[in-house]
T-cell receptor
Framework: AQTVTQSQPEMSVQEAETVTLSCTYD???????LFWYKQPPSRQMILVIR??????QNATENRFSVNFQKAAKSFSLKISDSQLGDAAMYFC?????????????????FGKGTLLTVNP | NAGVMQNPRHLVRRRGQEARLRCSPM?????VYWYRQLPEEGLKFMVY????????ESGMPKERFSAEFPKEGPSILRIQQVVRGDSAAYFC????????????FGDGTRLSIL
């Protein structure tokens, strides 16, 4: 079974600074997807960024980028120019891309989350 | 362009009552997933449904919990004879297909058991 570990329960960053949130995962599969979701106090689950494991290039979305290290099974999220609105719980998630028996290519497996505080 | 709609947003029940949580997927989405988020935890998969079919309910407790996604109408997650431990946020997500497409989440239903 796949597991996702977020080793930082809480992080803080000064407004306009850069912060990196860590995520590691364990899988025996070679084809999968990784995601970062943001959950603000409103408790919505908002997709921040997505990475396909077969792509070597790191995904970027405006101020959000990832450092995907497949061999190390690491998937960190970097937030540049942090804004007050970035304050939220951030969840790393894994989903298999394997279809067929034994492959659950629809289940998202989440880490426990990192609570990000942005200080003005 | 309505997203995934869940209602109610908050639901309070007394122990022993039934809780019914509703989820209307995004337009054009025929795959629905339910997740549960206990306090201080990440979301955990409960069940995956397509229209009129339960595809995978391996994450759902064997007793008291059931889910359906009828041909017409929203998906329903039902919890019978609720207990304190059922207090959680329940999220529904939908996707156009099971593979390759990201799941879009609703705002969740916060269930509180008195």
């Amino acid at each position: 079974a796949q597991t996702v570990t977020q080793s930082q329960p809480e992080m803080s960053v000064q407004e306009a600074e850069t912060v990196t949130l860590s995520c590691t995962y364990d899988t025996s599969e070679s084809d999968y997807y990784l995601f970062w979701y943001k959950q603000p106090p409103s408790r919505q689950m908002i997709l921040v960024i997505r990475q396909e494991a077969y792509k070597q290039q790191n995904a970027t979305e405006n101020r959000f980028s990832v450092n995907f290290q497949k061999a190390a099974k690491s998937f960190s999220l970097k937030i540049s120019d942090s804004q007050l609105g970035d304050a939220a719980m951030y969840f790393c998630a894994y989903r298999s891309a394997t279809m067929g028996s034994g492959g659950s290519n629809y289940k998202l497996t989440f880490g426990k989350g990192t609570l990000l505080t942005v200080n003005p | 362009n309505a997203g995934v709609m869940q209602n109610p947003r908050h639901l309070v029940r007394r122990r022993g009552q039934e809780a019914r949580l509703r989820c209307s997927p995004m337009k054009g989405h025929s795959h629905v997933y339910w997740y549960r988020q206990l306090p201080e935890e990440g979301l955990k998969f409960m069940v995956y449904l397509q229209k009129e079919n339960i595809i995978d309910e391996s994450g759902m407790p064997k007793e008291r919990f059931s889910a359906e996604f009828p041909k017409e109408g929203p998906s329903i997650l039902r919890i019978q004879q609720v207990v304190r431990g059922d207090s959680a946020a329940y999220f529904c997500a939908s996707s156009p297909s099971s593979a390759h497409q990201p799941q879009h989440f609703g705002d969740g239903t916060r269930l509180s058991i008195l």
